[in-house]
C-alpha cells in the first residue's frame, strides 16, 4: 500500500526557500557573465554554480548529515564564496567566524557550535595556537591554499582535492525555509560570543527587500570590502548577485587600490565606512580619476560630517546612503536614504526597510510616540531564530513581540529614526563589535592593575576608538606597552584599546558604579587630531 498523500508536505518541498538555491537559479539566468571579480580575474555565474555543487557534494560524501555545523575560518576569497554557498546548498549549517579573534574566542565558538569540519584559510592553519586548539578537538580541516603540509593529528584536506572529481549538478537535499541557514557569532555584552541563528527564508526575505533599495541591475558592480563572516557584507554580496551584479572582492581597504577598481570595473555601487570616503576625499590622486560610474554610495557604522557628505556628493557621487542593520535582524533594517542626505543633519537612521518595521518602545513594552526617546524594536521575516543554546537571551531579545536592539533611539516628527546612545556598553569600532566587559576583563587580570573603565571614543576612522582608563594598584608599575603586550595574549586585534590612559580614579556614582558617561564627555575629543 502506498504512503498517503500529504499535500502541505510536498507543497513545503516544492515551495521551499533555499539559499543554495539563490545561487544555482542566478547562474541559470545569468550563465556565463561576471559574478566576481578578484586579482586573478572573472569568476563567471556558472563558475560559482558548478564550483560550489561540487564543494557541496564533497562535503555530502566525507559524511556530513543535514544540520551539521561547517566551520569557516576565512578572509575573503573566490573559495570562500565557493565554501559557503557549497554549505548552504549541502543543508549544512554555515558557521562563519571572525578571522581576528584571539584563539581562545575561536575555541569557544568551536566548542559552542559543535563544529566537526572547518574550512580555514592556510596561513591560519600554519599557526601553532590554532593549530593546537584544532587538534584537541578533532576537527577535520578543509584548508584552501596550504602553506605547509599538515603535521597535526587530525584530518586535513587540500580544497581543491576536496572538490576534485565530485558531481558538478546541484545536490539533491530536502530543505526547509525554516531550516537553520546559519549561526553567525556576535559579541555579548558579556564578553562572550552569541551565536545568533537564520533560516534560509529570514536571509531570503533581507535579500528580497535590498534587491528593491539598492535598485539592483545586473549590470551593477559593488565593491565587497569587508569581510564576508560579518552579516553587511554577506548581505550585500547574496543580494547583488541575486539580481546578476558582480562583486569585486578584496579583503580589506586601501585607498588607492579602491580609487583604481572603481575607474577599471566601472563601480556603480560601493559599502564603505566613512573614513574609508575620507580618504578618497584627500588623495591627491582623485581628481585624475573617472568615479563617473558610481550611482549609489552606503555607508555605515557612523555618520558623516555635513562638510564631508556635501564634498563628497557633490564631488564623488550624487547619491549617498546611510545603511544599518543588526545580525539578529539580517541586514538592512533601516536606510537613511538619498534625498534626505542634505536636508538634516545629525545621528540619522532613516526610515524602515521594506522587509521589517522599526519602533521606539518603553521598558514596559508600549510603543512611544514620535519625538519620545525609547528602545529601538524591530519585528519582520528578516529576525533570528534565536540564540543558539542560550533561551534566555532569546527571550528578553523576543520581548513583548519584538526584537530588541539594546539601541536608544526616537522618531522625529516626519517619521526619521534618530539614534540617541546605547542601553549596553558595546562599543562599534571599524565595523566590528567589542565589548567593553571583555576588554575591562582582560586588563584586570594584569597583576599591576587595580580598576579599569573601557569605553568607546570618536575617531576618524574607527569611529570608536577602544579607550582604556586604569587605575593602577598601589606602589605598582606598569606602562601603556606593557598592558599592550598582556592583551595581545588575549584579545583579537580589533579587540584590544587604542589608547590606554592611567588615571588616579575612575568616575563613580553614590553607588560605587563607574560613570562611563563621564569619561566619554571629559575624553571625548582625544582623537580629534589624529
Request: hydrophobic letters at 45%; glycine letters at 8%.
Amino acid at each position: 500500500m502506498s504512503d498517503a498523500f500529504d499535500p502541505a508536505s510536498v507543497r513545503r518541498r516544492i515551495a521551499r526557500i533555499a539559499l543554495g538555491d539563490l545561487i544555482h537559479k542566478a547562474a541559470r539566468r545569468f550563465g556565463e557573465k561576471a559574478a566576481i571579480f578578484d586579482d586573478r580575474g572573472a569568476i563567471s555565474f556558472r563558475e560559482m554554480d558548478t564550483h560550489s555543487n561540487r564543494f557541496a557534494h564533497s562535503l555530502i560524501h566525507a559524511g556530513a548529515a543535514k544540520g551539521d555545523r561547517i566551520g569557516m575560518l576565512c578572509a575573503n576569497s573566490v573559495e570562500m564564496v565557493y565554501a559557503f554557498t557549497g554549505i548552504q546548498k549541502a543543508g549544512l549549517v554555515w558557521v562563519p567566524i571572525n578571522t581576528g579573534l584571539a584563539p581562545p574566542a575561536i575555541d569557544q565558538i568551536l566548542e559552542h557550535a559543535g563544529v566537526r569540519t572547518l574550512v580555514i584559510d592556510g596561513d591560519l592553519y600554519a599557526k601553532p595556537g590554532l593549530r593546537s586548539l584544532i587538534d584537541a578537538r578533532g576537527i577535520r580541516c578543509v584548508v584552501i591554499d596550504p602553506t605547509e603540509p599538515h603535521s597535526g593529528r587530525t584530518p586535513a584536506l587540500r580544497f581543491d582535492d576536496a572538490m576534485a572529481g565530485m558531481p558538478e549538478t546541484l545536490p539533491e537535499v530536502d530543505i526547509d525555509s525554516n531550516d537553520l541557514a546559519l549561526i553567525m557569532y556576535t559579541s555579548g555584552t558579556t564578553g562572550r560570543q552569541k551565536g545568533v541563528m537564520h533560516s534560509h527564508a529570514s536571509v531570503y526575505a533581507a535579500v528580497m527587500s535590498n534587491l528593491a533599495e539598492f535598485g539592483v541591475s545586473s549590470s551593477d558592480v559593488v565593491s565587497c570590502l569587508f569581510p564576508m563572516f560579518h552579516v553587511s557584507q554577506h548581505a550585500t554580496s547574496m543580494t547583488f548577485w541575486v539580481g546578476g551584479g558582480a562583486i569585486r572582492l578584496r579583503r580589506g581597504f586601501n585607498v588607492d587600490a579602491f580609487m583604481d577598481d572603481i575607474e577599471r570595473y566601472r563601480i556603480s555601487v560601493t559599502v564603505a565606512l566613512p573614513m574609508m570616503y575620507g580618504a578618497i576625499l584627500n588623495h591627491p590622486r582623485r581628481k585624475q580619476l573617472d568615479f563617473s560610474s558610481l550611482r549609489l554610495c552606503i555607508y555605515a557604522m557612523a555618520p558623516m560630517s555635513q562638510t564631508m557628505l556635501t564634498q563628497l556628493i557633490g564631488e564623488i557621487c550624487p547619491n549617498f546612503a546611510l545603511c544599518s542593520g543588526q545580525t539578529e535582524m539580517y541586514s538592512i533594517t533601516t536606510m537613511f536614504k538619498p534625498e534626505e542626505q542634505l536636508r538634516r543633519f545629525g545621528p540619522y537612521w532613516g526610515i524602515s526597510a521594506f522587509v521589517n518595521e522599526t519602533a521606539i518602545m518603553d521598558d514596559d513594552g508600549h510603543l512611544l510616540a514620535r519625538e519620545q526617546v525609547g528602545e529601538i524594536v524591530h519585528r519582520g521575516p528578516n529576525v533570528m531564530l534565536g540564540y543558539y543554546k542560550d533561551p534566555e537571551a532569546t527571550r528578553a531579545a523576543f520581548a513583548f513581540g519584538w526584537h530588541h536592539t539594546g539601541d536608544l533611539g526616537l522618531m522625529d516628527k516626519d517619521g526619521q529614526l534618530m539614534f540617541v546612545d546605547r542601553k549596553k556598553d558595546m562599543i562599534k569600532s571599524g565595523g566590528e563589535n567589542v565589548p567593553s566587559l571583555k576588554v575591562e576583563e582582560v586588563l584586570l587580570r594584569h597583576a599591576a592593575v587595580g580598576n579599569a573603565a573601557v569605553v568607546g571614543l570618536p575617531h576618524p576612522k574607527w569611529a570608536e576608538a577602544v579607550t582604556a582608563f586604569v587605575v593602577l594598584k598601589p606602589g605598582a608599575v606598569a606602562t601603556p606597552a606593557d598592558l599592550d603586550a598582556h592583551c595581545v595574549q588575549l584579545l583579537g586585534s580589533f579587540e584590544r584599546p587604542k589608547k590606554i590612559v592611567f588615571v588616579d580614579a575612575l568616575p563613580l556614582t553614590t553607588t560605587g558604579k563607574i560613570q562611563k558617561a563621564a569619561l566619554r564627555a571629559a575624553y571625548g575629543e582625544v582623537y580629534a587630531q589624529q
